[in-house]
């Protein structure tokens, strides 16, 4: 167990607009609409805020634009990119930042618009003189090898990937917020329009504007505010690669490292969470974090996933936002990963939330596979 | 400290696919690519440039279906030196190349002004 579990908690969180916002929305606009109703959620103010972490792919210095914004000098700010599970890297950050002395309530922020301003524009890529000649679609291209492989070596079936957005529509369907609540079926995924075999457009997370924003502090100051604390027990991060050509195995992500060093930090098991909320950018990423994270054998996830076990009322309660298959997908979806795991303590979930929720678990990938960040929550039973 | 470079490693493999050849590096035994001025893992500078026999395995594909445009394939090429490329497989049908099918390398002009670069065919039997 890690000496720092449970040195900080979540207490409050906020989406900022969703969807397709207001025309000419920066995405430092949805960063302080986020943080505004954040604090709000809470009950702490801005001049609470002693530390800022924020990450988004439209502003390079994304801490500087947030502050000047926020009209804040924070003792602690980090702008950390290692693309959609940069929150989750934050959160670790902080707690070290907590444990130190150097600041007490952490902000940590996104904003998107790359709805509005579409995606290429959102999230330019880097020229790559390896990769550029063979004109990939990044990053759904990525994420079709990885599936390809995983069907490849251990006969995965299209329709048990397919089932992975057929489960988060349905849980989708529960959330007020949700871009996306057509009934779907695993036909309806399969004949959808082709975009990198083996990936239908349904295959792949929605590109939507949207962001939000989350409160950390310190156990001692979480006890009297508006929300239960959602206490930060156990945090791993792994980079394994940044270009897909350079991940050592398609079929393994580096969440085989961060979840153990999550689990061991944290002092429990797969088997004692209540609600995962795994970020899936593509269906086949809740197959392979599933398998990593050790909920069942490498291999065996597509079989996992089938009849409806990660859907509501199956075994295992997985992405009940509806995910960024069905929900929301500003393009670094991980901080509503959190906000979703950390809810689901708070008990505010309305219709989607679980009963007896003690513990979750909030998994951030970014990149192609590239970046894997795990966090564990839970309440104050479990400290 | 290692000498300045008086070529990046770009170059040097541009200048290898100009002649025809896919160029590698080896470095402690280990060969690895994109080519590199330190090798990954142990940062040694002490790095063989190589030429691959061309020969190799699709590890993984997909065929892309851009809007308004003719589907095409991307893969992941296992080279039998022990190194892994991007690449495409040409002279099939995309949604016909499949993972564990032998390929072999060609040089292909670049678009306008830019290097030739390689992409692969089938090598039945190889």
New interface residues.
């Given amino acids: 167990m890690s000496k720092i579990r449970g040195n900080a908690a979540i207490v409050g969180t906020a989406e900022s607009d969703l969807g397709a916002v207001a025309p000419d929305m920066s995405p430092i606009d949805l960063m302080a609409q986020g943080t505004v109703r954040a604090l709000d959620d809470c009950g702490l103010s801005l001049k609470d805020v002693d530390g800022i972490m924020v990450a988004a792919s439209q502003s390079r210095m994304a801490a500087l634009s947030l502050c000047e914004y926020l009209g804040v000098n924070p003792k602690v700010f980090d702008s950390t990119q290692v693309g959609g599970s940069s929150f989750m890297a934050h959160l670790t950050h902080a707690q070290a930042a907590i444990e130190a002395g150097l600041c007490e309530t952490v902000l940590v922020a996104y904003g998107s618009t790359q709805r509005t301003v579409g995606r290429a524009t959102a999230s330019s890529r880097e020229p790559n003189p390896y990769e550029d000649p063979y004109n990939p679609m990044m990053p759904p291209s990525a994420y079709a090898m990885a599936a390809a492989r995983h069907m490849h070596e251990f006969g995965t079936t299209r329709e048990q990937i397919a089932e992975v957005a057929v489960a988060a529509r349905k849980w989708a369907q529960l959330n007020p917020k949700s871009f996306m609540t057509d009934d779907l079926s695993v036909e309806d995924v399969l004949g959808a329009r082709m975009v990198s075999h083996p990936f239908t457009v349904r295959d792949c997370c929605l590109v939507t504007d949207g962001g939000g924003a989350i409160v950390l502090t310190t156990p001692e100051r979480a006890k009297d505010l508006k929300q239960k604390p959602a206490y930060i027990l156990g945090t791993g991060e792994a980079i394994t690669h940044a270009m897909i050509s350079q991940m050592p195995d398609l079929t393994t992500t580096g969440t085989a490292i961060s979840g153990p060093i999550a689990f061991e930090r944290a002092g429990v098991k797969p088997a004692d969470i209540d609600v995962l909320a795994l970020y899936d950018a593509f269906t086949i990423n809740v197959i392979l974090f599933l398998e990593d994270l050790g909920y069942c054998q490498k291999g065996e996830g597509g079989a996992f996933v089938e009849g409806g076990r990660i859907a509501p009322g199956g075994e295992l309660a997985v992405n009940t936002s509806g995910g960024g298959l069905s929900y929301c997908h500003p393009g670094m979806y991980g901080l509503l990963v959190l906000i979703e795991a950390a809810r689901q303590i708070q008990g505010v979930c309305g219709d989607r939330q679980q009963d007896g929720v003690n513990l979750t678990l909030a998994h951030g990938n970014g990149g192609v596979l590239s970046s894997q960040c795990t966090v564990i929550l839970g309440n104050e039973d479990t400290l | 400290m290692s000498e300045p470079a008086e070529k990046s490693p770009?170059a040097i493999f541009r200048e290898h696919c100009d002649r025809g050849d896919l160029a590698y590096q080896v470095s402690g035994g280990k060969a690895f690519?994109?080519p590199r001025l330190t090798a990954p893992g142990t940062g040694s500078t002490d790095i063989d440039w190589k030429v691959s026999e061309g020969l190799g395995t699709v590890?993984?594909?997909?065929?892309?279906?851009?809007r308004g445009a003719d589907p095409?394939d991307?893969?992941?090429i296992d080279l039998d030196e022990g190194f892994?490329?991007?690449?495409?497989v040409e002279d099939i049908d995309p949604?016909e190349v499949k993972?564990?099918m032998r390929v072999k390398v060609r040089m292909i002009p670049?678009?306008d002004d830019?290097a030739p670069?390689p992409v692969f065919d089938l090598a039945e039997g190889a």
Avoid: D, N
């Avoid at chain 2, 590890?59 to 851009?66: D, E, G, Q, R, V």
């Avoid at chain 2, 892994?84 to 495409?88: A, L, T, V």
């Fill in positions: 770009l690519f994109y590890y993984s594909t997909t065929t892309l279906f851009p095409y991307v893969s992941l892994r490329m991007m690449s495409r949604l993972i564990g670049g678009r830019e670069y």
